[in-house]
């Protein structure tokens, strides 16, 4: 049973626009978010992150929303440009358990010029 | 910055062959984990540790095993390599639990 699902495998978006990337988790107990980037043949870099007692944390052109009801967070980049396009995980923690992360499969953004 | 370096980016192996992934973190920093990553199946936790010396299960732990004799080291052990294990591993560390976590470049092994 995946706990934490990234439903889109793959999203394309124009240079400027707003590139909008989903998570779904099932586990109420996880109270940590973390969203990280992939570039091919490198590995993943921290992107930004969100405890589960706020509902939105921005960094610049990065924003994380988080409905816990919904058991639901969002990456929100804008505006959006070439040099985004990678793979983005979604992690979620439960310090519950040790602290360890759990991550969704991932979603490819591609922005084009 | 933090560097967690990984020895090798590409390895090639046989079946049966016992394998050997190093990594080191330059941060002093207590935990270390060792993740891999399959195409749909996106980052799983193989083993991690929190300690010299200490080491947990992660979610998918059969056919490794790990050591941690140093604080900066953490090595990722296949006993006995088999094709269903062809995959990128990822090593990472991070200065606590609730911190995010610093990743190598990944190793790309292949088991033929």
């Known amino acids: 049973d995946q706990q934490v699902k990234q439903n889109s495998p793959s999203l394309s978006v124009q240079e400027g626009r707003i590139s909008i990337l989903n998570c779904d988790y099932t586990?109420?107990?996880?109270?940590?978010f973390l969203w990280y980037k992939k570039y091919p043949a490198e590995g993943p870099t921290f992107l930004i992150s969100?405890?589960?007692?706020?509902d939105k944390n921005e960094d610049g052109r990065f924003t994380v929303f988080l409905n816990k009801s919904a058991k639901h967070l969002s990456l929100h980049i804008v505006p959006s440009q070439p040099g985004d396009s990678a793979v983005y995980f979604c992690?979620?923690?439960?310090?519950?358990?040790?602290?360890?992360?759990?991550f969704g499969d991932g979603t490819t953004l591609t922005v084009k010029p | 910055d933090v560097k967690v370096t990984q020895s090798s980016r590409y390895l090639v192996k046989r079946t049966g062959e016992k394998v050997f992934l190093e990594c080191v973190q330059d941060?002093?920093?207590?935990?270390m984990f060792w993740y891999r990553q399959d195409p749909g199946l996106g980052l799983r936790l193989i083993y991690f540790?929190?300690?010299?010396?200490?080491?947990e299960k992660g979610d998918i732990p059969e056919g490794y095993s790990v050591s941690r004799e140093k604080k900066e080291r953490f090595s990722l052990i296949l006993e006995s390599a088999s094709t269903n294990q062809t995959s990128m591993y990822l090593c990472?560390?991070?200065?606590?639990?609730?911190?995010?976590?610093?990743f190598g470049q990944g190793t790309r092994l292949t088991v033929v």
């Open positions: 941060m002093d920093h207590e935990n």
């Open positions: 992690a979620a923690r439960d310090n519950t358990n040790a602290g360890k992360s759990t």
């Open positions: 540790s929190y300690d010299v010396k200490m080491k």
């Open positions: 969100i405890s589960s007692i706020k």
């Open positions: 990472a560390s991070s200065p606590d639990p609730t911190g995010a976590a610093f």
């Open positions: 586990n109420s107990m996880f109270d940590y």
